[in-house]
């Protein structure tokens, strides 16, 4: 399987925003941005075709284009700074990100796609590796490495966690792309306001020499994207909503959704939640309540099944950790575009033996009520209780019972197109890995098809892998 240690360094530069930062001097870090400290900065790139022009014409059109990107983002280009009193502050002070172009000439698309497993040489594609998001105070909050293939290019992106959670680096990331692309104007604004419920005077006190990573690191895994079309998905939503209430309810919206949302003459052909022609707010928001979403039932099927391929007692508690965005959450909402961190956790637990025994809609039931209590009253409460006691993020699985989802596959992951096609492919590297972290990714072809990015000891990934329960609904990427 191809090595990490094959990629070599061609060159390595410091890229400056091409207009100096102006309108935004510091950007104090939140009750969100605050705690991901300790966590590893974000490494997530995109693999495409070679362009049809040189490489050294390559480079020069994405090192202008990322300067361009940064005078949008002038905060990416700065670095941390803790002021006397605590605080830990952006200070927009344009000394650059890292600019690295490498070469991995032996390795081709097929080389690095067709294995089962994920190889080792996308952890080469990333710069920063281990590196702690609390060492944005002396290092810079953005790297991008281009790496040449034998007849492709892999562009990856790693970015400083306590500065961008996944929205706001694909919001960045999209944005270079569209730069690249010939855009010269850019179509996601982001909002760098810091007067929300998220800004806080609460101080996170840190250790002489800044916090420590909060997992090992040094265990053996194994990773491996598993895709799930529509179809499949679907067949899981089903399930997960098959009890007499569930069922009746599903087959209730889907009438609604297939026949009385016709809208004749502004005028609705029936009345479940039209009122002349406009959906009902309240009809809406409690059917959202009570149906089970399709994300949802895929987690659960996962809970249980790597709950199995662990081989738990049956007395051991277990937790699906899933992040949250909470910009439509709060009240007042944040701008779709809020720069920054703006996500919770949400903790489910069950004990193993009863998420086994019960069917699968016993575990989607639980992901499901969690995240709909996830409203306003339930963030404030969550930004209350961490001012109490300001604390970083405990990222890992210390007790060999949990799963932590990430990222999203909502994420406009395949919109970076950098001018000559859409990714091939979406990728991770080394960050922020552990037995039963999970990221979801939409599936390249789109149409509600996910893919998600896998990472587990080599044991329970070969029990996963032997589940019949689970594997059924996986199917080959196209």
Same mark, same amino acid.
């Given at each position: ?20 930062? $102006? ?42 284009? *990322? ?34 172009? !490498? ?29 702690? $998001? ?16 034998? =007849? ?21 990331? @999209? ?27 609460? /101080? ?52 609604? $959704? ?6 004749? @003459? ?15 707010? *309240? ?28 081989? *738990? ?21 944040? =701008? ?22 019960? =069917? ?9 009520? @969690? ?68 990221? !979801? ?7 509600? $098809?996910?893919?998600?990015? /896998? ?24």
């Amino acid at each position: 399987m191809p090595s990490s240690s094959n990629t070599s360094i061609v060159s390595r530069c410091t890229i400056y925003p091409d207009q100096k930062s $102006s309108t935004i001097k510091a950007l104090k870090l939140s009750v969100s941005d605050l705690p991901m400290l300790s966590c590893q900065y974000i490494q997530k790139g995109v693999l495409l075709t070679f362009p049809p022009y040189s490489i050294n014409d390559l480079i020069t059109f994405l090192k202008h284009s *990322l300067s361009v990107s940064l005078s949008h983002f002038p905060a990416l280009a700065g670095r941390l700074q803790t002021d006397p009193t605590g605080h830990v502050h952006i200070v927009c002070n344009d000394a650059g990100v890292d600019f690295i172009q !490498a070469k991995a000439r032996h390795l081709s698309i097929h080389t690095i796609l067709s294995p089962t497993h994920v190889p080792e040489c996308f952890k080469g594609f990333f710069a920063m590796d281990k590196t702690l $998001s609390y060492s944005g105070h002396s290092k810079p909050l953005v790297a991008v490495q281009v790496t040449e293939l034998k =007849d492709g290019i892999f562009i990856g992106c790693t970015v400083n966690h306590a500065v961008t959670d996944g929205t706001s680096f694909w919001n960045f990331f @999209n944005t270079f792309a569209e730069i690249c692309k010939g855009s010269k104007k850019i179509s996601k604004s982001p909002d760098f306001s810091r007067n929300t419920m998220l800004n806080s005077p609460a /101080v996170l006190k840190f250790p002489p020499g800044g916090p420590k990573v909060t997992f090992s690191g040094d265990e053996p895994l194994r990773e491996r994207i598993f895709h799930f079309s529509r179809d499949a998905i679907l067949k899981l939503k089903l399930r997960a909503n098959n009890s007499n209430f569930r069922s009746n309810s599903a087959e209730i919206f889907g009438k609604q $959704s297939n026949d009385s949302w016709k809208i004749v @003459n502004g005028e609705s052909n029936g009345n479940n939640g039209l009122s002349n022609g406009k959906v009902d707010p *309240l009809f809406l928001k409690n059917n959202e309540t009570a149906e089970i979403s399709s994300f949802q039932s895929l987690c659960a099927q996962l809970w249980r099944s790597v709950t199995r391929a662990r081989k *738990l007692s049956p007395s051991k508690m277990t937790t699906f950790r899933m992040a949250v965005n909470c910009r439509h959450r709060l009240e007042p909402r944040l =701008d779709p575009y809020y720069f920054g961190n703006a996500i919770q956790s949400i903790p489910t637990v069950a004990l193993a033996g009863k998420l086994l025994s019960k =069917d699968l809609s016993f575990g989607a039931d639980l992901l499901h009520k @969690n995240v709909v209590a996830h409203g306003d009253g339930t963030v404030r409460k969550g930004i209350a209780n961490w001012e109490k006691e300001p604390r970083l993020f405990p990222l890992g699985n210390l007790d060999g019972a949990s799963i932590t989802m990430g990222s999203s596959p909502r994420f406009p992951m395949y919109d970076n197109d950098f001018g000559w096609g859409r990714p091939l492919a979406v990728r991770s590297g080394r960050a922020n890995k552990f037995d039963g972290k999970i990221s !979801a990714f939409p599936g390249r072809d789109g149409k509600g $098809s996910v893919d998600l990015e /896998v990472v587990l000891s080599p044991d329970t990934m070969t029990g996963l892998e032997n589940d019949d329960e689970f594997m059924q609904y996986v199917s080959e990427i196209v």
